[in-house]
């Protein structure tokens, strides 16, 4: 597509629920992040997909987290037992993974645990 | 370990005055820095980016950054400001080989006063 895709735009959703946000990143990108941003933390790095090397998953905050990319394409990030300090915009961005060419950003998703 | 520091949280500016956003970072090696914006609401926006080159660059809506080696820092510039520029700025450094794993600053809001 002409962007990066994500849905769903918002999700609320009860503590210790289960959830999974998309990304669509740009066609032929070979490269996905996922960050997170949320006011008390400000903008962070969570995981980076490149081609088909294995993710780089240093900057998930607990094993709660995980996410998966499909295809080389779209990615799922799941937050299992969500938990209220999750709530947060989830951003994911993508590139074609060269030096320095800066990320496409999509509008993200922001989740609420109550 | 790398960081990025907007020591200025926010900053309001008259419409049609010159603007400066501030931004030092701290990185091992020779770094990749951007800038993005981020309206309410909306993700970000790349503005400009620096790897390599004139340490003078220029961006997107009249925005330019000055890389100064010797100071550690990128900050952007605009010489005449306009309501539409009211946002959030973000400066980062990319920590990876490709440059696009970024590790941002706090932010600073901008806002624009008529």
């Known amino acids: 597509g002409a962007g990066v895709s994500q849905s769903p735009s918002n999700k609320v959703t009860e503590k210790g629920k289960d959830v999974e946000l998309r990304c669509d990143p740009i066609s032929g990108h070979t490269a996905l992040y996922w960050y997170r941003q949320s006011l008390g933390q400000g903008l962070e790095f969570l995981i980076y997909?490149?081609?088909?090397?294995?993710?780089?998953k240093s900057g998930l905050p607990s094993d709660r987290f995980s996410a998966e990319r499909t295809g080389g394409s779209v990615s799922t990030l799941t937050i299992q037992r969500t938990q209220q300090e999750d709530s947060a915009v989830y951003l994911c961005?993508?590139?074609f993974g060269l030096g320095g060419q800066g990320n496409t950003f999509g509008s993200g998703t922001r989740l609420t645990v109550v | 370990a790398q960081s990025v520091t907007q020591p200025d949280i926010h900053i309001t500016v008259s419409e049609g005055a010159s603007l400066e956003l501030r931004c030092n970072y701290s990185?091992?090696?020779?770094?990749?820095l951007f800038w993005y914006v981020q309206s309410p609401g909306q993700g970000l926006q790349l503005l400009l980016k620096y790897f390599s080159g004139d340490t003078l660059v220029q961006g997107i809506k009249g925005f330019e950054a000055e890389f100064k080696r010797s100071q550690s820092s990128f900050n952007l510039r605009k010489p005449s400001v306009h309501w539409s520029d009211a946002a959030e700025y973000f400066c980062?450094?990319?920590?990876?080989?490709?440059?696009?794993?970024?590790?941002f600053g706090g932010g600073t809001r901008l806002m624009v006063k008529p």
């Open positions: 980062a450094v990319g920590v990876n080989n490709a440059g696009n794993m970024l590790t």
């Open positions: 990185y091992g090696a020779t770094p990749y």
């Open positions: 961005a993508s590139s």
């Open positions: 997909f490149q081609g088909n090397s294995a993710p780089d």
